[in-house]
């Protein structure tokens, strides 16, 4: 298996979703190429960065509301 | 009155195309506060109104613009959502939260904006994808800084940062990731919403994580050196 195609599997790997042998292949790789599991390590922490990060209510996402957006929904409503 | 879009009827505690989270149910069922204010909504108590969307709006609004990245399609969006609710208020059922109900319903809300406006063509994604040598090598030599990122997440900065690089990957790789991996939809509810195959979700899903890793390496390979 080279780089490449280990890079292609990487989401059904995580999903467990290759084929045995498949895996024993990905496996073997990761441990005879650093780069690829670097690789990994880093794909796999991107996620988690994206979904801790958004989860987050601090995240500094929700700010203030702008009034005429409350003011356009309630009238909206009404009408 | 704008018609409500077929397969998006809000109401239903959960969507067409939107199961509710695995393992949630449970837990995010309404609570007795949400009960008292959904009594006043149906009774038309507009102060009930006016609670519900003061208390919504800011996260709505976050939530529209990880989507629509536009700050107008996004308060669209929050207001189409508010609009739908308040008519399917009599059909809300309790299964969960109130809270969860609106998002689910300005998340819809922002896949037919997606969906029908006139778009720009997309960047392409190419640029933020590995490359490898001809033997199938990597071109690039990678830093593993997953456990400095892991700490680094403490500060504010560090999350803003992670979400201005998910607001920079092409659109449809974004809404992807999005609906996938923050919202937790499964891949064939997510085909079905955005109307391609679930293998064409997985590869989309794929190329964001691909690129979201390419948009922080060098911020975070910069924080792992000693």
């Given at each position: 298996?080279?780089?490449?195609?280990?890079?292609?599997?990487?989401?059904?790997?995580?999903?467990?979703?290759?084929?045995?042998?498949?895996?024993?292949?990905?496996?073997?790789?990761?441990?005879?190429?650093?780069?690829?599991?670097?690789?990994?390590?880093?794909?796999?922490?991107?996620?988690?960065?994206?979904?801790?990060?958004?989860?987050?209510?601090?995240?500094?996402?929700?700010?203030?509301?702008?009034?005429?957006?409350?003011?356009?929904?309630?009238?909206?409503?009404?009408? | 009155?704008?018609?409500?879009?077929?397969?998006?009827?809000?109401?239903?505690?959960?969507?067409?195309?939107?199961?509710?989270?695995?393992?949630?149910?449970?837990?995010?069922?309404?609570?007795?506060?949400?009960?008292?204010?959904?009594?006043?909504?149906?009774?038309?108590?507009?102060?009930?109104?006016?609670?519900?969307?003061?208390?919504?709006?800011?996260?709505?609004?976050?939530?529209?613009?990880?989507?629509?990245?536009?700050?107008?399609?996004?308060?669209?969006?929050?207001?189409?959502?508010?609009?739908?609710?308040?008519?399917?208020?009599?059909?809300?059922?309790?299964?969960?939260?109130?809270?969860?109900?609106?998002?689910?319903?300005?998340?819809?809300?922002?896949?037919?904006?997606?969906?029908?406006?006139?778009?720009?063509?997309?960047?392409?994604?190419?640029?933020?994808?590995?490359?490898?040598?001809?033997?199938?090598?990597?071109?690039?030599?990678?830093?593993?800084?997953?456990?400095?990122?892991?700490?680094?997440?403490?500060?504010?900065?560090?999350?803003?940062?992670?979400?201005?690089?998910?607001?920079?990957?092409?659109?449809?790789?974004?809404?992807?990731?999005?609906?996938?991996?923050?919202e937790g939809l499964e891949l064939d509810e997510i085909g079905r919403l955005l109307d391609v195959t679930p293998n064409a979700v997985?590869?989309?899903?794929?190329?964001?994580?691909?690129?979201?890793r390419t948009l922080l390496d060098p911020h975070f390979r910069q924080e792992s050196r000693p």
């Open positions: 298996m080279t780089c490449r195609e280990l890079a292609d599997f990487i989401m059904s790997y995580l999903t467990g979703d290759l084929a045995p042998e498949v895996r024993a292949e990905f496996e073997r790789h990761l441990t005879l190429c650093g780069n690829c599991r670097s690789y990994l390590a880093t794909y796999q922490a991107a996620v988690e960065l994206s979904r801790r990060a958004l989860a987050d209510p601090a995240a500094g996402e929700d700010g203030e509301v702008p009034e005429e957006l409350v003011k356009a929904i309630l009238d909206a409503r009404r009408r | 009155m704008r018609p409500q879009p077929e397969g998006s009827a809000p109401g239903r505690d959960t969507l067409p195309g939107m199961g509710p989270r695995s393992g949630r149910r449970g837990s995010d069922a309404a609570s007795d506060e949400d009960a008292a204010l959904l009594a006043e909504l149906r009774a038309g108590d507009e102060r009930a109104f006016e609670m519900l969307v003061r208390t919504h709006s800011a996260h709505l609004l976050a939530v529209a613009r990880r989507f629509v990245r536009n700050d107008e399609d996004a308060r669209d969006a929050v207001q189409d959502a508010f609009l739908s609710a308040f008519r399917a208020l009599d059909r809300f059922e309790g299964g969960c939260r109130l809270s969860t109900w609106l998002h689910r319903i300005v998340v819809n809300a922002c896949l037919m904006r997606l969906r029908t406006r006139r778009r720009k063509p997309e960047q392409p994604i190419d640029d933020l994808l590995p490359t490898y040598k001809p033997d199938g090598h990597h071109t690039a030599v990678f830093v593993d800084w997953s456990p400095s990122a892991h700490d680094a997440l403490e500060r504010t900065e560090t999350r803003a940062l992670v979400s201005a690089c998910i607001q920079q990957l092409p659109e449809s790789y974004r809404t992807a990731l999005l609906l996938r991996d923050i997985k590869i989309r899903v794929h190329r964001a994580r691909q690129a979201l």
